[in-house]
């Protein structure tokens, strides 16, 4: 499926949204005392705001590792973001992945705080990408 620069935009623009509710979600949760929940919901804040920015090069991975794998081609290869944002968002990818799947894992309230501080800033660093983006198309 091919699409126009218009309908790129439109679906980044409604990512990125979804990237900032699930954000807000995730500090909720935050204060709420829900680690594991607030660690999945940061996470899939970047997952949002990644796909946000790829769909703007036409790239729309199925996968979380195709995600990964894009995120480092087209945004950290390009220099668009930097080596350290790439770092969270794996960071983010482990963790969730161990907090929703692994036995006996505990998740500290300084283990989620520190998810939804690198996923704010992974999505305020895409924000400024898609802004370049999308004036470029």
Not at 25 to 42: I, P, T, Y
Not at 122 to 131: H, L, N, R, S, Y
Request: aromatic residues 8%; charged residues 30%.
């Amino acid at each position: 499926m091919t699409l126009s620069s218009e309908e790129k935009k439109t679906l980044s623009t409604y990512r990125i949204e979804k990237a900032k509710r699930m954000l807000d979600d995730a500090g909720l949760l935050l204060k709420e005392g829900r680690w594991e929940s607030s660690l999945n919901r940061s996470y899939y804040a970047a997952l949002n705001a990644a796909k946000a920015a790829l769909i703007l090069f036409g790239i729309d991975p199925k996968t979380h590792d195709g995600i990964k794998t894009m995120v480092n081609k087209k945004l950290i290869l390009e220099g668009l973001i930097s080596q350290e944002h790439g770092k969270w968002f794996r960071n983010l990818l482990f963790e969730r992945e161990e907090a929703d799947y692994a036995d006996y894992v505990t998740i500290e309230a300084s283990d989620a705080e520190e998810a939804f501080k690198n996923a704010s800033r992974f999505v305020d660093k895409i924000k400024e990408v898609i802004g370049s983006l999308m004036q470029q198309l």
